[in-house]
Nanobody
Framework: QVQLVESGGGLVQAGGSLRLSCAAS????MGWFRQAPGKEREFVAA????????YYTDSVQGRFAISGDNAKNTVYLQMNALKPEDTAVYYC????????????????????WGQGTQVTVSS
């Protein structure tokens, strides 16, 4: 059973930064998604342990950075220059593979999900 434990959400002013963490019980290809009230869950970023490659949705490119800590089996999402429109519940997700497929941006590509952490950006 894969376990994902998220932490790091909170309230921040626009322009500020937060770092989300997702500790996994193993080393899996990971993604971050978010869901704002009344909206569908959307892809944010993904990370592959195998290649070290990372992928981002256009709206966060250049502001967010996803990375992994091998020793801790933990994936981080560093979020800088936050905007009110980044406000959402953020979820980490894991596949059963160590590499990302070409459909890394689809929620159906992931098998396990964290409990979610709230990120609120005030204007």
């Amino acid at each position: 059973q894969v376990q994902l434990v998220e932490s790091g959400g909170g309230l921040v002013q626009a322009g500020g930064s937060l770092r989300l963490s997702c500790a996994a019980s193993g080393r899996y290809a990971m993604g971050w998604f978010r869901q704002a009230p009344g909206k569908e869950r959307e892809f944010v970023a993904a990370f592959s342990w195998t290649s070290g490659n990372s992928y981002y949705t256009d709206s966060v490119q250049g502001r967010f950075a996803i990375s992994g800590d091998n020793a801790k089996n933990t994936v981080y999402l560093q979020m800088n220059a936050l905007k009110p429109e980044d406000t959402a519940v953020y979820y980490c997700a894991a596949t059963l593979r160590s590499y990302l497929s070409s459909s890394y941006y689809l929620s159906t590509n992931y098998n396990y999900w964290g409990q979610g952490t709230q990120v609120t950006v005030s204007s």
